[in-house]
């Protein structure tokens, strides 16, 4: 197929998509569209406007909506002019009936999320602050647009989880778009219809065993593919989904969440012929009008094979080809990282609410929050004053006492440092210091992708010396660990020192880091640079211990052919989790690492 014909049939299936949610917004929760801003994703939001009708609501969440915004609160000027709590509408009830729009879906906080998925599943708005208490119908689909440049900035997995379509415009110009001039017509029609159409019951079970062979796991995914056949059909001018509906509906919603390609094998073939069991033949039956009508028919044996191509064909052509080696390597896809946690700040980030205090010590004041905690008091306080207190111009001042201060907070997403120290002496270049550098490089790969940081030192002879200060190029940590030398004496003491001295510095830049340390845990070099065994344990072990009292996340990992009980000791005194090489793979390690990676970020998280 060529491109141009290619996107003309994924314009189609955008055009589908919008008819599709148009006619029950909120039966099939929505749709993500992965797609830059532009005049291609602008046809599209102008076609489903069109569809929707005046009397659907479509609303726009902004990024950083608050919660009196998003769920509804005290309506500040009403509750001011009346003297008493006004309640206001949110968005969520505002969109009732309709579709609400998600600009950069993959920016929205956890905290956003929950408050609407929680409203997608309950459908209705469960609003209590401000003394206020309401529950208000909210009943809608959402339309989420996924602007993330790289693969892991994506729109958060519970939501995505609740929208049935899944859609990427990115490739497309204007010059692929059309619509189609009967779609608001057969909208229209579709709505009235919907009302009485059904599905054929074996549909359930079809989805079912294709979201189970495309490795979807959840059990949303059938039910929404249901649900859009049973659309597909009323726009179709039918009131019972059919076979050609569930493959139209698995192309939207089943193909673009596979994890796996299905089996070239059915897992009856893979375990070996079943006897068929005996059945007895399904009476006829009578209507009431006395004529015969044949048993329900059940579907093909092919069916199966039809939906789970028609969802095939709608993985787009990158992930299939990964899909495909992950299935020949006998492998899952890697998991999604983080960049850093999540710290407070009195002055730069995002907003995250507002708590009570005195805008002092370079605190903030949230001048409307503060307004809004004072607005319900003002009849009371005007009692117990004896009567209003008016200015000069005859209208009435506000009293704001200290209690109704209100401080607004930010957070902002700290960077993350991975700091490897590695130890080169005699001794670990006798045992596996290639190994280790095989394992760093793997994790290092791991940093780069998760978009981490990287800081190299390496140990040796009397000194530790740091190779490569933070820095987040692949290719200069890979030139760096490849040209380390080994031999020497084993100056632990002194790399600890270094690599405390590197990550302290990182905390003081606001950037959370983690310690990685590779030996064989076997000091035979003092601080001071001279041999002894003895001593240079004892200066490891005190070095170790002030590492331990910075609160560093650190994982050392043991390169001894088998597992040292000094290395093990050494990692306990430090804190670190400890790792012997000889029984990790390259997976664990990875693993251990970023294990210690969210370790940083919650202890960041929980400082906030």
Request: charged share 25%; glycine share 10%.
């Amino acid at each position: 197929m060529s491109t141009g014909a290619a996107n003309r049939t994924i314009w189609d299936d955008a055009c589908l998509a919008a008819a599709v949610v148009a006619v029950a917004p909120h039966a099939v929760g929505g749709i993500v569209l992965r797609a830059r801003a532009g005049p291609v994703r602008d046809a599209w939001l102008d076609l489903l406007k069109s569809l929707m009708g005046p009397t659907k609501p479509l609303r726009r969440l902004p990024l950083n909506v608050g919660d009196d915004r998003l769920l509804g609160g005290l309506d500040l000027s009403a509750t001011l002019a009346q003297g008493r709590p006004v309640a206001e509408r949110g968005l969520l009830a505002d969109a009732n009936g309709g579709v609400l729009v998600i600009p950069s879906a993959e920016r929205l906080d956890g905290g956003r999320t929950a408050r609407i998925v929680r409203t997608i599943d309950y459908g209705r708005v469960e609003m209590e602050r401000d003394g206020l208490s309401a529950k208000l119908p909210a009943r809608f689909g959402v339309v989420a647009f996924d602007e993330g440049a790289e693969p892991d900035e994506t729109a958060p997995t519970a939501l995505k989880d609740r929208l049935a379509i899944w859609l990427m415009l990115d490739g497309l110009s204007l010059r692929d778009t059309s619509i189609a001039p009967d779609w608001p017509s057969r909208v229209a029609s579709a709505r009235a219809t919907l009302a009485n159409s059904d599905a054929d019951p074996n549909l359930a079970t079809l989805f079912c065993e294709a979201g189970a062979a495309l490795g979807i796991g959840s059990i949303r995914a059938p039910i929404q593919a249901l649900a859009v056949a049973r659309v597909l059909a009323a726009l179709d001018g039918r009131s019972m989904a059919a076979t050609g509906d569930a493959e139209i509906a698995a192309r939207l919603v089943l193909g673009p969440r596979a994890t796996r390609l299905p089996s070239e094998e059915t897992p009856d073939e893979e375990n070996g012929p079943e006897p068929e069991p005996q059945q007895a033949a399904a009476p006829e039956t009578t209507d009431p009008g006395g004529e015969d009508t044949s048993p329900e028919q059940a579907l093909s044996p092919d069916d199966l094979e039809l939906v789970l191509a028609a969802a095939q064909a709608a993985i787009p052509a990158l992930i299939l080809a990964d899909l495909a080696q992950q299935r020949a390597l006998g492998r899952a896809p890697p998991s999604q990282g983080k960049a850093g946690a999540n710290q407070a700040s009195k002055l730069r980030g995002r907003p995250a609410g507002v708590r009570r205090g005195e805008p002092r010590n370079g605190n903030v004041l949230s001048l409307i929050e503060t307004l809004r905690a004072a607005a319900p008091m003002q009849l009371i306080r005007q009692r117990l004053r004896g009567g209003p207190h008016l200015l000069a111009d005859g209208r009435q001042r506000i009293e704001i006492r200290a209690d109704d201060f209100r401080i607004a907070r930010f957070k902002q997403k700290t960077s993350s440092t991975t700091i490897f120290v590695v130890d080169a002496s005699g001794s670990s270049a006798l045992h596996r210091l290639a190994e280790a550098k095989g394992a760093v490089e793997i994790i290092l790969s791991e940093c780069y992708v998760r978009r981490d940081s990287v800081a190299l030192i390496a140990f040796r002879g009397t000194t530790a010396e740091t190779l490569l200060p933070p820095t987040r190029s692949l290719t200069r940590a890979q030139r760096s660990l490849a040209g380390l030398p080994g031999g020497g004496g084993t100056p632990l003491a002194t790399a600890i020192d270094s690599a405390m001295q590197l990550a302290a510095a990182q905390k003081q830049k606001g950037i959370s880091p983690t310690v990685v340390v590779l030996t064989d845990g076997k000091a035979n070099i003092d601080r001071a640079g001279k041999p002894g065994r003895r001593a240079a344990m004892a200066d490891a072990h005190t070095v170790a211990e002030g590492f331990r009292g910075l609160g560093i996340n650190a994982l050392l990992i043991d390169t001894s052919p088998r597992r040292n009980a000094e290395a093990e000791a050494l990692a306990t005194v430090m804190g670190a989790r400890y790792l012997p090489l000889p029984h990790a793979d390259s997976t664990r390690l990875s693993q251990a690492v970023f294990a210690a990676r969210r370790d940083t970020d919650e202890r960041s998280g929980s400082r906030t």
